[in-house]
């Protein structure tokens, strides 16, 4: 069974930093494209960016809110996926979910996800 | 960037009703576009990739349609578990823009 499990958030100041983590099961990891996707309070899906697998080159790409301030990671040794956030701002303020991106054989898209982990940041 | 953007915002349908949701592309993005359920408090949960193929488990009353720029997400017979919030998400470059969302409410 796939499994994707986020850890890291909490309460932080604007400005600063946080980790957010993702442990992947039930599947090969390090031949997965993954993904951080974002939902503020009462609104909609925001995708944050992605990372392709090291036989793709481990690129990353980020939407423009967060180019510069966010790095997606990933250890494939352990299975993880990291997300981390500097110069936090209160509208990052949302639930940040992990998931599979596009899987190259099936051409599906976000076929499994984690269960969220909110991340506030206060003034 | 490639910008999304789906009709209606909110839709008000019944039990049995036949339900589309449209999703509109700024370019063409061939037909890398997946649609997505989500209800409150959960993750998202993919329906269709590629445009038009269902993922294994999604029951067949969902169905997608459309290439280019213009796509359809069709229920052809509403059932209670299905009013939710419905995404559209393009895939074709290094980005991944999401619809608004179509929140299905209960008429």
């Known amino acids: 069974e796939v499994q994707l499990v986020e850890s890291g958030g909490g309460l932080v100041k604007a400005g600063g930093s946080l980790r957010l983590s993702c442990a992947a099961s039930g599947f090969t990891f390090s031949n997965a494209w993954m993904g951080w996707v974002r939902q503020s309070p009462g609104k909609g899906l925001e995708w944050v960016g992605r990372?392709?697998?090291?036989?793709?080159?481990?690129?990353?790409d980020y939407a423009t809110p967060v180019k510069d301030r966010f790095t997606i990671s990933r250890d494939d040794s352990k299975n993880t996926l990291y997300l981390q956030m500097n110069s936090l701002k209160i509208e990052d303020t949302a639930v940040y979910f992990c998931?599979?991106?596009?899987?190259?054989?099936?051409?599906?898209?976000?076929?499994?996800w984690g269960q969220g982990t909110l991340v506030t940041v206060s003034s | 960037d490639i910008q999304m953007t789906q009709s209606p915002s909110t839709l008000s349908a019944s039990v049995g009703d036949r339900v589309t949701i449209t999703c509109r592309a700024s370019q063409s993005i061939s037909s890398w576009l997946a649609w997505y359920q989500q209800k409150p408090g959960k993750a998202p949960n993919l329906l269709i990739y590629k445009a038009s193929s269902l993922q294994s488990g999604v029951p067949s009353r969902f169905s997608g349609s459309g290439s280019g720029t213009e796509f359809t997400l069709t229920i052809t017979s509403l059932q209670p578990d299905d009013f939710a919030t419905y995404y559209c998400q393009h895939y074709l470059d290094s980005s991944r823009t999401f619809g608004q969302g179509t929140k299905v409410e209960i008429k």
């Open positions: 998931s599979t991106d596009w899987e190259e054989y099936s051409g599906r898209q976000g076929a499994y």
């Open positions: 990372i392709t697998t090291t036989t793709y080159g481990g690129i990353r």
